[in-house]
């Protein structure tokens, strides 16, 4: 695994310079929120943190065009947003290019910008450290609340996120990614279930 978090990383720096280093804050967030969890391996979060934004420099026309020679699913709300595929298109390119085959750093790659209900803990982790580096902070400085609460509940912070996204949604009138709308209604679910 080794070899290909350094092959990921020789990819990531061929990115455009910006994104290269969105793509290295994240790897440090992922790192540090990890460290809580003994059950992740070190270079799966590696991997899934520097592989997560492979496919994001594609334009609309070539994510479109790689979604579709890779036989993925394209939605309505796909077509209507490219950008959205960005994350099942990298895990693609992480699987068929890398040579990745840990479901797990897939699915983080993967679900890394819509969520899903049901996510595993390392998608958790890409999920969040994704939204609260600090150059997203600084672009947004409502996400320091996402950030506030990453360090104690990772859930709670996925929600606060989704609960911005259907906000700004609402306020500009597009459709929220059935994935994400999926994602916090189970974080909501399991809200009003836990025990006060
Ligand atoms: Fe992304
Ligand atoms: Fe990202």
Known sequence: MRAQVEAVREAVARLPRGLAEHVERVAAEADHLAAGFKELGREQVELAAWGHDIARALSPRELLAWARRFGLEVSAIEEEAPILLHGPVG????????????????????????????????????????????????????????????????????????????????????????QAVAARSELLLRRHQAPQ
């Open 91 to 178: 895990a693609e390119i992480l699987r068929r290019e890398h040579g990745i085959d840990d479901a797990q750093v897939l699915a983080a790659a993967r679900f890394h910008s819509t969520g899903r209900a049901g996510m595993a803990l390392l998608e958790k982790v890409i999920f969040v450290a994704d939204k609260i580096e600090p150059g997203k902070v600084r672009a947004r400085p409502a996400l320091a609340r996402v950030r506030a609460l990453a360090d104690r509940d990772l859930d709670a912070a996925i929600l606060e996120y989704l609960e911005q996204m259907l906000a700004m949604a609402g306020e500009e009138g597009w459709p929220l990614h059935p």
